[in-house]
């Protein structure tokens, strides 16, 4: 039987690549003697948990794409298997694990699609597996990280000059919450993959407004424990784009109600939701991405 051709490898931007590097981790990461064991047990997570669903696009999403198998070949030829191919997406190759997302793409998949059914999952994923303490917070920082990276890759927002320094995140709660824990945790996640985060805990919401209008961010994070804070969380949002500095700035909750019901972010003016902390790093960088686009538009 003939062979199907092979498919053709995409260029990538490898000096923008290098740069991506220290955006999204933080340094004291790298410190860490046992960096190179964690890596390889995170990419035993990528190979068990969620290569599987990228191949379940490939197959559902793509009938008519060229096999799996010769997918992974182009892309990793020096490993044929699919734990191989998990040490690519998550390793130190970088460049390859974006060609192998890049084809998929050129095949049809939007990103959107890409961020919904593979990046999203993937960080949830992550965050679960946190929170049963099967990974520790270096495990899901490292994580986490690299799918900033793919997705910064993916939409050019690395490439732009005076913005890649400029992925700050204003973090508050909803005045007359008492839920630190949640938001302490979206905090420390979004520093451990690179951002510049400025705490707003304990103020009203003009309070808040007025820290957006006095220093440029590019996203602000609320966080909500109860439905009886929806109107104070709403008039938030209200002044803060109102009064902010950045104009085009991107709002993104949390919490329990938008966890069981996300389509309740667009309904308070919010931009995006995140069911839980390494989520809400992923969905910082989305919500970046698309105010960089709209910017350079």
Request: aromatic residues 6%.
């Amino acid at each position: 039987m003939a062979r199907t051709a092979r498919v053709a490898i995409p260029e990538v931007d490898r000096r923008g690549l290098e740069r991506l590097e220290a955006h999204f981790v933080s340094a004291e990461v790298y410190r860490r003697e046992d960096l190179a064991v964690r890596q390889v047990r995170l990419a035993q997570v990528v190979a068990e948990r969620i290569i599987p669903q990228l191949v379940r696009l490939h197959t559902e999403v793509l009938p008519e794409a060229p096999p799996i198998e010769e997918m992974v070949e182009a892309l990793a030829p020096s490993s044929s298997d699919i734990s191989g191919l998990a040490h690519v997406v998550l390793g130190d190759d970088l460049e390859a694990a974006v060609r192998y997302v890049l084809v998929l793409r050129d095949q049809g998949l939007s990103m959107e699609t890409l961020f919904l059914e593979l990046l999203e999952p993937a960080a949830r994923y992550l965050g679960h597996l946190w929170d049963n303490d099967e990974c520790d917070f270096i495990d899901v920082t490292l994580g986490v990280a690299r799918l900033q990276k793919l997705l910064a890759t993916f939409n050019g927002s690395h490439m732009l000059p005076g913005l890649d320094s400029r992925r700050q995140v204003l973090m508050a709660m909803t005045p007359g919450d008492q839920h630190y824990f949640g938001a302490s945790m979206v905090q420390r996640f979004l520093e451990g993959a690179g951002w510049d985060v400025e705490p707003a805990f304990d103020r009203s919401a003009a309070e808040i407004a007025h820290a957006a209008s006095a220093q440029w961010y590019a996203v602000v994070g609320l966080t909500v424990g109860s439905e009886r804070s929806l109107p104070a969380l709403e008039e938030t949002i209200r002044l803060i784009r109102r009064e902010s500095r950045n104009q085009m700035i991107a709002v993104m909750v949390g919490g329990p109600l938008f966890t069981a019901n996300p389509a309740l972010a667009k309904e308070v003016g919010a931009d995006g939701t995140a069911a839980n902390a390494p989520t809400a790093v992923l969905m910082a960088q989305k919500l970046f991405d698309e105010m960089v686009l709209r910017m350079a538009n």
